[in-house]
């Protein structure tokens, strides 16, 4: 019954801005930690962002670039990516949980539920 939607991926060149934007529904959008993860082939899901309890966490690769929001009048959690790089290229998807701790926040698999990816290829 929870779906989460993302939408804004696309081709753009390096030093370009994107943003993704995650619409939920099927939950009580407000009492669930959002974050987002990035996956790349052949690699491992990657941590980029979360906010829980009104706090932001961020992976190192993408801390000082991205920025991570959430509208919770329109269960939306959005995220900003500026100063793109190749390596940022991967699909990115967005994630909700209702009990997450801080210390399992970048572990793929303590995530509860997820979208179904939007692709972002950063290229010249």
């Known amino acids: 019954q929870v779906e989460l939607v993302e939408s804004g991926g696309g081709l753009v060149q390096p030093g370009d801005s994107l943003r993704l934007s995650c619409a939920a529904s099927g939950l009580t959008f407000s009492r669930y930690a959002m974050g987002w993860f990035r996956q790349a082939p052949g690699k491992e899901r990657e941590f980029v962002a979360a906010?829980?309890?009104?706090?932001?966490y961020y992976g190192d690769s993408v801390k000082g670039r991205f920025t991570i929001s959430r509208d919770n009048a329109k269960s939306t959690v959005d995220l900003q990516m500026n100063s793109l790089k190749p390596e940022d290229t991967a699909v990115y998807y967005c994630a909700a949980d209702s009990s997450l701790i801080v210390s399992t926040i970048s572990t793929a698999r303590q995530w509860d539920y997820w979208g179904q990816g939007t692709q972002v290829t950063v290229s010249s």
């Open positions: 906010v829980r309890m009104g706090r932001t």
